[in-house]
């Protein structure tokens, strides 16, 4: 009852203890705060008594809170004094062990037994080959039998050996104390064994700056086990720290961009930072200082010589930072790009998706990382921008359909163009022929006869209509009457058959004397019917070639099988004759000329050339038919611009004849045109 009694009381000394804070740190004046207990009887004031804590706070801090500093629990308080208490107690644990080890392993040599004692012991072959075989395995749990074994055990013939076996094990963290232990035990019995032992960590540790970490989990043991064996005193300073200084070189100088070695230095500034770089946590720096104990500090190295890797080890941190903060805004960016994707598309692409998932767990990977680091070296950790302008959840989010790639921020240099990396491999990555098919099924094609000439008079021509459109303009001023007149006059010249309907009078035999334009005697080349049906058969299943796979296998195909001048020339009229209400194959279509380009460049000449002519065609007739056909022309040419196998000069000399006689069915020729080429455009 005394012991309740006593807590009782000591809870209401601390309640009034609380409440003299809260009436020191409140800024308004005395008469702002409520009325005392004298004004309302000791009836009031035990009423007052039993108010709760938090109802007491807000009362007598109604109007001065925001101004108020935060106040911890008295949990809260007890749990970080008992926390702070346990870790100095740890800290003060190991450095006692670790003095007494050191001083131990210093005068060893005093305490070696004499070459009569090792005659005593058992120098089997058997047996000795059998302790190094379990040193190469040992565990934390072999920690007695292990050191039981050695003690029975003449291992002075075998020093080298267990040296190499103890460097070569493969240890886990909860390994290294019995590791030290058997360390310090054997260098405590033979003197040569310390030498033994540095000459195998000389053999294992990375030397070099561009040594790529071959084992990242063994260097991560391996660095805290060799620090624990210097500090604990087997290796003399001047040996021991050269070599773990150049260790930590190694894995932070040289990786300060991507950080694949953060785990393995955040380990050791974990387990060894107190004694090389008098590392302490700003954890528990914060709570040394707001409960005014002291941490115990290693005397293992003078503050002097723990400045060179406490310094080392901040600047890794700055990287670092950099780093995040690097990877914090291409985050962000390819967030803005998935979700502008998302509002023009309405999905994503697996790939996209499965980048996007990885680049953000790398982040938080990375953050985490940053995080523990910063606290172990007492750091800060720096802000993440964060882009005020990009809200993916607002639902009043707009896109600027004027300029899709506005923000020119969210892009980088490979997707400036392109709105997706599948569309920009669509049109960049094509197959090269030449590298898997003999030059030979191509060596026909590459002396073709070149259609300079005919595309130089199709130029021309188109030329000659900007001519004539200007003095229509001219025209048109003098009155209407004349405009007329010129109209009828310009209509008279039209005395050309439109060229669509002309191949196809011509593969269907209706209209033997009509020969395109680009036709060559070559054609009337008999074919043999074998040849002429499997040709048949190929150009029949370009219809159905609505994929990339398809149409870059069709494309080797007719290289390997097909490649002959008439038959390039029968291929350029199938494609140009594709069906008016298919223009889900032009991009396909397309493609497959690109492929065949660097070998067969006259069958891209031949289709760009009777494209310009079909242009021509509906620019000169200017009728209000065959609305599809003008769509198809104009799509294909955008296509063919993406593919860079239509010059694009040439396509907005096309799009500015449209807009010169911006009427009828030439306004939606040109929105198509537009349409298609927005991408090749932007440049």
């Not at 104390?177 to 294992?204: M, P």
């Not at 941190?317 to 903060?325: G, I, N, T």
């Not at 606290?375 to 882009?387: G, R, S, Y």
């Amino acid at each position: 009852m005394s012991e309740r009694r006593g807590g009782g009381k000591s809870w209401k000394r601390e309640r009034e203890g609380r409440r003299q804070i809260l009436q020191e740190v409140t800024t308004e004046p005395k008469e702002n705060v409520p009325a005392s207990d004298e004004n309302h009887g000791p009836t009031m004031a035990a009423e007052q008594t039993d108010i709760k804590e938090t109802s007491l706070l807000e009362a007598e801090n109604n109007t001065s809170i925001e101004r108020l500093p935060e106040v911890d629990s008295i949990d809260d308080i007890e749990e970080q004094k008992n926390e702070l208490m346990q870790y100095i107690t740890e800290v003060s644990e190991k450095f006692k062990i670790k003095d007494e080890l050191r001083a131990m392993n210093a005068n060893a040599e005093a305490y070696r037994p004499e070459e009569s004692f090792f005659s005593k012991l058992d120098s089997s072959l058997k047996k000795n080959t059998a302790f190094i075989k379990r040193l190469r395995n040992m565990t934390d749990a072999q920690k007695d039998s292990l050191m039981k074994d050695m003690e029975s055990l003449n291992l002075t013939k075998y020093i080298s050996e267990a040296a190499a076996a103890i460097v070569d094990a493969k240890l886990k963290m909860s390994d290294v104390h019995t590791a030290v232990q058997i360390c310090s035990s054997l260098h405590q019995r033979y003197a040569e064994f310390s030498t033994q032992l540095l000459e195998h960590w000389h053999k294992v540790l990375p030397a070099k700056k561009d040594e790529k970490i071959s084992n990242p989990s063994k260097i991560r043991v391996d660095l805290r086990f060799f620090a624990e064996l210097v500090s604990c005193g087997i290796f003399f300073l001047k040996e021991g720290l050269p070599l773990l200084g150049n260790l930590l070189t190694v894995l932070t100088v040289g990786d300060r961009e991507d950080h694949g070695n953060v785990s393995i230095v955040l380990s050791f500034c974990r387990h060894c930072g107190e004694d090389y770089a008098g590392l302490v946590p700003k954890k528990f720096r914060l709570l040394s200082e707001k409960f005014n104990m002291e941490i115990p500090k290693s005397n293992f190295l003078m503050a002097d010589r723990q400045k060179g890797p406490r310094n080392l080890l901040k600047e890794y941190y700055k990287s670092l930072c950099k780093h995040l903060v690097k990877d914090y805004k291409a985050l962000q960016n390819m967030e803005k790009q998935n979700h502008r994707i998302l509002q023009t598309k309405g999905e994503l692409s697996s790939d996209r998706r499965d980048k996007f998932e990885v680049a953000q767990s790398a982040f938080q990977k990375l953050l985490s990382n940053t995080e523990q680091f910063a606290d172990i070296v007492d750091e800060d950790v720096p802000p993440l921008p964060k882009d005020e302008s990009f809200q993916p959840d607002n639902e009043t989010t707009t896109l600027d359909v004027h300029n899709r790639f506005k923000d020119k921020e969210m892009v980088d240099s490979s997707l400036s163009v392109w709105e997706d990396d599948d569309t920009r491999s669509f049109y960049e990555t094509l197959p090269d022929l030449k590298a898997f098919i003999p030059g030979i099924l191509f060596k026909d094609s590459s002396q073709a006869p070149s259609q300079s000439e005919a595309i130089e008079k199709l130029e021309e021509d188109l030329s000659q209509l900007e001519i004539e459109d200007v003095e229509l303009n001219e025209v048109m001023k003098e009155g209407e009457e004349l405009k007329e007149s010129e109209d009828a006059k310009e209509e008279s010249k039209v005395d050309e058959k439109d060229l669509t309907e002309t191949l196809m009078q011509d593969l269907e035999g209706t209209d033997p004397d009509c020969v395109p334009a680009i036709d060559t005697e070559e054609d009337s080349t008999s074919i043999s019917s074998a040849n002429k049906v499997l040709l048949e058969s190929f150009l029949t299943s370009l219809l159905h070639c609505v994929n990339r796979e398809i149409i870059d296998q069709a494309a080797i195909d007719f290289c390997m099988n097909l490649n002959t001048r008439p038959n390039r020339k029968k291929l350029v009229r199938s494609l140009f004759l594709v069906p008016r209400t298919r223009l889900d194959l032009l991009p396909f279509y397309s493609r497959f000329v690109a492929i065949l380009n660097p070998c067969m460049q006259d069958v891209a000449t031949d289709l760009v050339s009777m494209l310009k002519q079909d242009f021509k065609f509906h620019i000169k007739k200017k009728d209000q038919i065959n609305i599809e056909s003008k769509v198809k022309t104009v799509r294909f040419i955008g296509e063919l611009v993406k593919f860079k196998v239509f010059p694009k000069s040439e396509a907005l000399f096309c799009l500015k004849l449209l807009l010169s006689d911006f009427i009828h069915h030439h306004v939606e020729m040109a929105c198509n045109l537009l349409e298609t080429l927005t991408v090749p455009f932007k440049h």
